[in-house]
């Protein structure tokens, strides 16, 4: 079992940066795949970045460019940065990992563990 919790969400303006952090208790953060996802108001929860147990990434088309997603397997911790941010970019962001699995998954289904969630308001 691993436990997540992820922090840094917050009210921003368009345009404004926030770094999201993930951090992993129970387990060691480096057998495990990892990724963050986004539930918008009323939608379903979607992809944002994903990496690899050894440093692997992959970002869905939307941040592409804005968003970086890094793993400090010392500190047991996975980092979502985000910049330039837009008021399409409201939503609860969750970490969520995967035991033991060598490359980067994409779906809801394929992930163990779930953090609980932070939210992210960016105003126009």
């Known amino acids: 079992q691993v436990q997540l919790v992820e922090s840094g969400g917050g009210l921003v303006q368009a345009g404004d940066s926030l770094r999201l952090s993930c951090v992993a208790s129970g387990r060691t953060l480096d057998r495990y795949a990892m990724a963050w996802f986004l539930q918008p108001p009323g939608k379903e929860r979607d992809i944002v970045a994903a990496i690899s147990r050894t440093g692997n990434t992959y970002y869905t088309d939307s941040v592409k460019g804005r968003f970086t997603i890094s793993r400090d397997n010392a500190k047991n911790t996975v980092y979502l940065q985000m910049n330039s941010l837009k008021p399409e970019d409201t939503a609860v962001y969750s970490c969520?990992?995967?035991?033991?699995?060598?490359?980067?998954?994409?779906?809801?289904?394929?992930?163990?563990?779930w953090g609980q969630g932070t939210q992210v308001t960016v105003s126009s």
């Open positions: 969520a990992a995967r035991f033991s699995f060598p490359g980067v998954t994409l779906t809801t289904r394929d992930y163990d563990f």
